[in-house]
């Protein structure tokens, strides 16, 4: 079955730093990618999304090209700040049920140091 | 505009007991989901909707059950709690179009089973 693998957490940061959080999916088809966010104490909301291989799904600085070759949709921003702290999840769409579904993976939690 | 709310936010019950975790969306959504979120396992998908009167399993249906008699309102009921049940559970909606399927998360209700 499709599975997104995340780069184990936690993750901390001083403020300004580079940072990349990787991921690989295995799925069949042609998946929709996404990076999704979970602040403290909410939900999930997207981040960031890209639909088709070596397209760039861009949002509040941070960046994820889809990478077909690789299997990958790393996640990544130039310079961070205290309140990108939160947990990241990358996630695909399940290709065999039509778009209906997606897959998450374990998450990775970020923090940022001032 | 309210988006996705859940409640309770916080519920403990004991082994054996009974109760709904309630969702309502005013997006005018067709689908709607739940998912579990467990420390270091991601979201599982436990059964989604894609319209109203219509129901579905997903990765971990057992323990639960759901209902969809109208567009707004998607309730899962747990019956007979176990500590296995104990879990933070997201509901969340989208508007099925052609592209990738967006989903909108509640802030999510934490489950105590003991």
């Known amino acids: 079955g499709n599975s997104v693998t995340q780069m184990e957490g936690p993750v901390t940061l001083s403020e300004e730093a580079f940072l990349t959080i990787n991921c690989t999916y295995t799925?069949?088809?042609?998946?929709?990618l996404f990076w999704y966010v979970q602040y403290p104490g909410e939900g999930l909301q997207l981040l960031l999304k890209?639909?088709?291989?070596?397209d760039k799904g861009s949002n509040k600085g941070f960046e994820a090209t889809y990478r077909k070759e690789t299997t990958s949709f790393h996640l990544e921003k130039g310079s961070v700040q205290v309140s990108d702290s939160a947990v990241y999840f990358c996630?695909?769409?399940?290709?065999?049920?039509?778009?209906?579904?997606?897959?998450f993976g374990t998450g990775t939690r970020l923090t940022i140091i001032p | 505009n309210a988006g996705v709310t859940q409640t309770p936010k916080f519920r403990i019950l004991k082994i054996g007991q009974s109760m709904t975790l309630q969702c309502t969306q005013d997006?005018?959504?067709?689908?709607m989901y739940w998912y579990r979120q467990d420390p270091g396992m991601g979201l599982k998908l436990i059964y989604y909707?894609?319209?109203?009167?219509?129901?579905d399993k997903g990765e971990v249906p057992n323990g639960y059950n759901v209902s969809r008699s109208t567009t707004e309102d998607f309730p899962l009921r747990l019956e007979l709690a176990a500590p296995s049940q104990t879990s933070v559970y997201f509901c969340?909606?989208?508007?099925?179009?052609?592209?990738?399927?967006?989903?909108?998360f509640g802030a999510g209700s934490r489950l105590t089973v003991l």
């Open positions: 799925a069949t088809g042609y998946p929709s």
């Open positions: 890209a639909t088709k291989a070596d």
């Open positions: 997006m005018n959504h067709n689908y």
């Open positions: 969340a909606s989208s508007l099925r179009v052609t592209g990738a399927n967006v989903l909108t």
């Open positions: 909707s894609v319209g109203a009167g219509i129901t």
């Open positions: 996630a695909l769409t399940d290709q065999n049920f039509g778009n209906e579904k997606l897959t």
